[in-house]
């Protein structure tokens, strides 16, 4: 998962500094992702993983890092399957 989440943050991240050199913990927005960039970043993921991000998901915590997206799309994935 974390491989497909870095991919999508080179499209669409606009990061001024190499995906592949980011730690899975480094905070995303001190990296130079913009708020624009974010909504892009979730619009891509929603549509690579066939999910909706709920509500009390959409916040800075949730794409702070690439391990808080993918903490996210577990918790979205795992609540699905409870459904």
């Known amino acids: 998962m974390t491989s497909t989440i870095r991919e999508l943050l080179v499209k669409h991240g606009g990061l001024p500094i ?3 050199k980011l730690d899975d913990t480094t905070d995303l927005y001190e990296a130079g992702l913009s708020s624009f960039a974010s909504v892009q970043l ?3 993921l929603e549509e690579e993983f066939d ?3 709920p509500e009390n998901l959409l916040n800075r915590k ?3 890092s690439i391990a808080a997206i993918s903490e996210a799309l577990s918790q979205i994935t795992s609540d699905r399957q409870v459904a």
């Open 51 to 53: 999910v909706e991000f």
């Open 18 to 20: 190499a995906v592949e």
């Open 42 to 44: 979730m619009l891509a």
């Open 62 to 64: 949730s794409f702070s």
